[in-house]
């Protein structure tokens, strides 16, 4: 990503931050713009702010700040993205990106297939449903697909094949 593009991506983060804002709002506990912009800037899988996560999950207007962050920065976003589920394959459209989750067989976990026309791929899945949230870093793209095994052995990717499968979870490509 240009210089350009990265600090208009941030002006844009920044004016959904403060149209999210409550005004007058002087409860020193919530955790302030810069902080909020740190946790949804961060990489998947490093160090995370308990305090902020807390905050996210405690308080509606954190939240409601925190996803007004995640969507002003993501590539595509569904806020409360319908799921639809064909038989063996869930699928749900965000943005201009298709997931679908492929069911396992007895040699493969399920797989999450990200197909877009974006031109720039994501390169982080984060998902939200009620106070939980789960973030995963997307490896490249493979002829226009990205592909991610949901590994019942590795909590993150299980978790987020379950998330993905709610109609109620908020989907943020990042």
Known sequence: MSDEARLL??????????RASEPGD????????????????REP???VDLAVVRAIRADPATARRYRALLA??????????????DGAVASRRVGAFSLEILPADEDAP??????????????????????ETVRLALPPAIDG??????????PEAARLGAMLRDRDCAVFLL
Do not use: C, F, N, Q
């Open 45 to 47: 899988g490093g160090p």
């Open 110 to 131: 399920p797989l999450l297939v990200l197909r877009g026309s974006s031109a720039r791929p994501p390169r982080a899945i984060e998902a939200m449903l009620g106070d």
């Open 145 to 154: 697909a990205v592909l991610v095994a949901l590994d019942p052995d590795v």
């Open 9 to 18: 991506a941030e002006i844009h983060a920044t004016r959904t931050l403060m």
């Open 72 to 85: 002003g920065r993501a590539i595509a976003h569904a806020p409360l993205a319908a799921a639809a589920s």
């Open 26 to 41: 002087a409860d020193s506990r919530r955790p302030g713009a810069a902080v909020l912009w740190a946790h949804a800037t």
